[in-house]
DNA sequence: AGCATAACCGGACTTAGGTCCGATTGTCGA
DNA sequence: TCGACAATCGGACCTAAGTCCGGTTATGCT
């Protein structure tokens, strides 16, 4: 029992080499596979194969497919999150919370609008999962914060996400309704759901 | 070529008996079979053998999974879209735009309570199908009326009716936000996006 | 260096939605 | 009543996600 209470003790014993090795080559072979023909060609079967790894691994390493798409993204998501916790306002610190709230939006709706389909594909592999990604998580703290003044800044943050979910904007703009127009009226949405109360 | 004049012309044949008779029965046997067991029983395969039926024939009558359920739903939905065109204000004609708009979230949310697991899976059963079921177009363009007055109706319509995604208020309740505050945050949203614009 | 252990590997297997096509059967016109 | 046509039927088949478990290998301790 000794033993035990060192094994508790002691730090988790780091990735082994050839986890970590094979989990670059399943992103790679991911990434590659996405390039050349698109979310049709992203199967799980196919990264395994490309990846020469077998399937359990890749479940392993990355849960689900949600899961191995969101770390394909994760790159670019986290150069997001740092402009907003880090960076210069009006997107990080610094600005009032409409103004912040209104710059996520402008640059998370760019973000979209460069990887919709891989966003879509890690919101949509199961049923929840956009709620399970860290990231919305993540966001959805960020923005319940700039609506702390409001009655209800956790429902509101979720409803604030509902405007970007990847399956609505992607059926928008088959809908022939444009970024253009999104931003539009994600801002306006924003603008009139964020403001502070107002007194009568 | 006369005969296929003709044919054009001639209203198209009524349902063959053996169809409609089995339409009624995979109804009967998915609502039963949701009765028994939950969404978690709702197999297409199973309510074909339960119905007596080929799964052919369940995939030609529906189209597809979110389909049957839509359909299993059909009743309950249609009740509402009468009471919005025909009934009594506020939630009918007659009534203001926001009080009619708030009105018809408060009449959806009770609904989505009591069907949350039949709507969630029609509207997640293949990514998009929540904006193919017939009834969101309507509700669609019962809100797009009702906001004629803001600058893009048709988007805030959209965002609108995100709200009230059977995903998001399933995550909503997991994470203890209970149909109250659901409410209250939904009509808050509603009140602060469907005023009219305001001068300055 | 050698060994015990735990993590890892990979492919066969399961599940479930959706497609297809030969056989069947209802419907319409004569 | 009867025949031809077209819609319908049904189950075998396909695809793709996710699970499982026996064999393998890196790791850390002695």
Known sequence: MNDELLRVLRRPPRERADAARNRTRVLEAASRLFAEGGVAALTVD?????????KGTVFRRFDDKSGLVSALLDQRERELQEAVVFGRPPLGPGAPARERALAFFDAY???LADHLDLVRLSETAAPGARFRIGAYVFWHRHLAILCADR????????????????????ELLSQGIDWGRIRAGVAAAVDALVAPVHAP
């Open 151 to 170: 009655p209800d800044p956790d429902h509101l943050a979720h409803v604030l996400l509902g405007m970007v979910a990847a399956d609505l904007n992607a």
């Open 46 to 54: 196919a990264v395994a194969q490309a990846a020469g790894v077998g």
């Open 109 to 111: 709706l760019a973000y």
